[in-house]
């Protein structure tokens, strides 16, 4: 725990940026989308620092731009062959050439230092940082946890849990043990669950309330996961069926556990072999941020085509509605990613031989990403977040300028305990009495149970 001085009064002042209704623009300002976002002023790690984020479609380059507190002798030069990708962040270790007091501004200029974009000036240290809400338009104020190089974790009012407040057991005792993590309905009878170590997946079948793995086809124990060339340990954290087969997302090799190591892995869940063996990989690892070995992606979905078209989603690629004819071969629909260690989604074009596209990166509003859900019935997007965020849920929709954005925050099941939950999944099932079955994963295995299942409203 940090402690902080922190003051009586805090003054926020956002200068605003050319283009911004209802704002007046600073004289010589040019218009950008990359904007101040976050600011750590006392006790950070290694020290002070500044974040941007880019709010637009496209990266900016911001080789040479220049950070500056409330002396203009104090200056940050960005380093040259920098990039803020599109809905990306990016935070600067500024006490290297200065230190941000507890009465002080950030500041940012274009290349040279004399044209100003954007300005936070504050009157006392925050308890842990200042940040905008939402992320790169909303007003500045005290955010915490500190979410250095990712959304900002803005307060929101949860709603309770839209279903039941009952949560029962839907496991057998000590079946699965710890680290079962990501879980995905192939249909009302198939439930398909990964654990990250030992490597392994599981397909699951109904047995009377309860749920279990398979007892025919040599699920009985569930099957070893294994990369392309049969070696290796794949961290497997979340799991997704769809209609292009079924797909694992992994953070790590367990085999050599210290290092990341972000793959979507394809696997052929047909066969009769008790291993099986990666017969598509994306390695994703230089695409994503640089981010602790066991602290990246958890959590996998997918979105057809047809529903992202028909509802307008934007490629952040192109910078305009999104095309599936632009990425050959990538199958029937984009998945979502979500990481763990910053809370951001990533949405891919998974293409042929390994190659793929970002085409989106989407803010969930967490500082951690544990699963996601993609509902066909509702067209949300779920995201869960573990006993980190008090086990909570949000949903997120394509909004008018076709961006999947928070819609809703849920609290957990009042009849569910804060569990370390690493898997939900939405039952396909028909409604009985208003409601659908979900399912949850608990890494943690706590009371001898990692599985529990609950009801959602249709």
Same mark, same amino acid.
């Not at 709010?55 to 002798?73: H, P």
């Not at 070893?224 to 954290?237: S, V």
């Given at each position: 725990m940090r402690?902080?001085?922190?003051g009586?009064a805090v003054?926020?002042?956002?200068?605003a940026v050319l283009?911004?209704?209802?704002t007046?623009a600073?004289a010589?300002?040019?218009a950008t989308?990359?904007r101040?976002n976050?600011?750590?002023?006392?006790?950070?790690?290694p020290?002070?620092?500044v974040?941007l984020?880019?709010?637009?479609?496209?990266?900016?380059?911001?080789s040479?731009?220049?950070?500056?507190?409330?002396?203009?002798?104090h200056?940050f030069?960005?380093a *040259?062959g920098?990039t803020i990708? =599109?809905?990306g962040?990016?935070?600067?270790?500024?006490e290297?050439?200065?230190?941000?007091?507890?009465?002080?501004?950030?500041?940012?200029?274009?290349?040279?230092?004399?044209t100003?974009?954007?300005s936070?000036t504050w009157?006392?240290?925050?308890?842990?940082?200042?940040?905008?809400c939402?992320d790169g338009? !909303?007003?500045f104020g005290?955010?915490?946890?500190?979410t250095k190089g990712?959304a900002n974790?803005?307060?929101a009012t949860p709603?309770?849990?839209?279903g039941?407040?009952?949560?029962?057991? =839907?496991?057998?005792?000590?079946?699965f043990?710890?680290?079962?993590?990501?879980?995905?309905?192939?249909s009302?009878?198939?439930l398909? *669950?990964v654990?990250n170590?030992? /490597?392994?997946?599981?397909r699951?079948?109904?047995?009377?309330?309860?749920?279990?793995?398979?007892?025919a086809?040599?699920?009985?124990? !569930?099957?070893?996961?294994?990369?392309?060339?049969g070696g290796?340990?794949p961290?497997?954290?979340?799991?997704?069926?769809?209609p292009?087969?079924t797909?694992?997302v992994?953070?790590?090799?367990?085999?050599?556990?210290?290092?990341?190591?972000?793959k979507?892995?394809?696997y052929?869940?047909a066969?009769?072999a008790?291993t099986?063996?990666?017969?598509?990989?994306w390695?994703?690892t230089a695409?994503?941020? /640089?981010?602790?070995?066991n602290?990246?992606?958890e959590?996998i979905?997918?979105v057809p085509?047809?529903?992202?078209?028909a509802?307008?989603?934007?490629?952040?690629?192109?910078g305009a509605?999104?095309q599936?004819?632009s990425?050959?071969?990538?199958g029937s629909g984009?998945f979502f990613?979500g990481?763990?260690?910053?809370?951001?989604?990533y949405?891919? *074009?998974?293409q042929?031989?390994?190659?793929?596209?970002?085409v989106?990166t989407i803010?969930?509003?967490?500082?951690?990403?544990?699963?996601?859900?993609f509902?066909?019935?509702?067209g949300?997007?779920?995201?869960?977040c573990?006993d980190?965020?008090q086990?909570r849920h949000?949903?997120?929709e394509?909004?008018?300028?076709?961006?999947f =954005?928070r819609?809703a925050l849920?609290d957990?099941?009042t009849?569910?305990?804060?569990?370390?939950?690493?898997?939900?999944?939405?039952?396909?099932?028909?409604?009985v009495?208003?409601?659908?079955?979900?399912i949850?994963?608990?890494?943690g295995?706590?009371?001898?149970?990692a599985?529990?299942?609950g009801t959602l409203a249709?």
């Amino acid at each position: 725990m940090r402690t902080r001085r922190i003051g009586l009064a805090v003054v926020a002042l956002s200068v605003a940026v050319l283009g911004l209704a209802g704002t007046p623009a600073v004289a010589g300002t040019q218009a950008t989308t990359v904007r101040i976002n976050e600011v750590e002023s006392s006790g950070g790690s290694p020290g002070d620092w500044v974040e941007l984020v880019n709010t637009g479609g496209t990266a900016v380059d911001v080789s040479g731009w220049v950070l500056k507190d409330n002396d203009n002798t104090h200056t940050f030069t960005i380093a *040259a062959g920098t990039t803020i990708a =599109a809905g990306g962040f990016r935070a600067f270790d500024v006490e290297s050439a200065f230190g941000l007091g507890s009465s002080d501004s950030a500041r940012l200029y274009l290349p040279g230092g004399g044209t100003l974009v954007d300005s936070y000036t504050w009157t006392a240290h925050a308890a842990v940082t200042y940040g905008r809400c939402p992320d790169g338009t !909303g007003a500045f104020g005290a955010t915490s946890p500190a979410t250095k190089g990712a959304a900002n974790s803005c307060a929101a009012t949860p709603t309770p849990w839209p279903g039941g407040a009952a949560v029962t057991v =839907a496991d057998g005792s000590n079946v699965f043990g710890t680290n079962l993590s990501g879980l995905s309905f192939e249909s009302a009878g198939v439930l398909w *669950a990964v654990r990250n170590g030992p /490597s392994t997946i599981y397909r699951l079948t109904p047995n009377g309330a309860t749920w279990r793995p398979d007892p025919a086809g040599g699920w009985s124990s !569930g099957k070893g996961l294994r990369y392309a060339n049969g070696g290796g340990d794949p961290d497997a954290e979340g799991v997704v069926s769809t209609p292009d087969g079924t797909f694992v997302v992994t953070e790590r090799d367990n085999d050599n556990s210290g290092t990341s190591l972000a793959k979507v892995l394809k696997y052929d869940t047909a066969s009769s072999a008790g291993t099986l063996n990666a017969t598509a990989e994306w390695n994703l690892t230089a695409d994503l941020p /640089s981010m602790a070995a066991n602290s990246g992606p958890e959590g996998i979905s997918f979105v057809p085509d047809a529903y992202l078209t028909a509802h307008g989603f934007l490629d952040e690629h192109t910078g305009a509605a999104y095309q599936p004819g632009s990425y050959a071969g990538h199958g029937s629909g984009l998945f979502f990613v979500g990481v763990e260690a910053n809370g951001t989604i990533y949405a891919y *074009a998974l293409q042929a031989a390994g190659a793929y596209t970002r085409v989106a990166t989407i803010t969930s509003g967490f500082p951690a990403v544990m699963d996601l859900e993609f509902d066909p019935a509702t067209g949300k997007l779920w995201a869960e977040c573990d006993d980190t965020c008090q086990g909570r849920h949000a949903t997120l929709e394509i909004n008018a300028q076709g961006r999947f =954005a928070r819609t809703a925050l849920y609290d957990r099941p009042t009849g569910m305990s804060n569990y370390n939950n690493e898997g939900f999944a939405i039952s396909p099932a028909a409604c009985v009495n208003s409601r659908r079955p979900v399912i949850w994963a608990d890494d943690g295995n706590d009371g001898g149970h990692a599985l529990r299942s609950g009801t959602l409203a249709c």
